[in-house]
């Protein structure tokens, strides 16, 4: 049988024992929207750019598997 699909392979043939949950936070980086992945302290990958921009696909800075250095503010005071 032959898969033709979008869907990353890791994806379709996950196991299904596995409790493997990442999370995801939307931030914002060199003015654009992406979703990354916690990698360490003020560390993340990038998963995914959220954009209409053409310019930031073709920003090598913002592309998925980069890893970023950024602070969130999580809105509380100390």
Do not use: C, H
């Amino acid at each position: 049988m032959i898969l033709y699909s979008i869907v990353p392979w890791e994806v379709v043939f996950k196991n299904n024992n596995e409790k493997t949950i990442e999370r995801y936070i939307e931030m914002d980086y060199l003015g654009e929207k992406v979703l990354a992945t916690p990698a360490g302290e003020n560390r993340y990958v990038i998963n995914r750019i959220i954009s209409t921009s053409p310019r930031a696909y073709l920003n090598p800075r913002l592309q998925p598997g980069q890893y970023i250095e950024a602070r969130i503010e999580t809105g509380k005071e100390d």
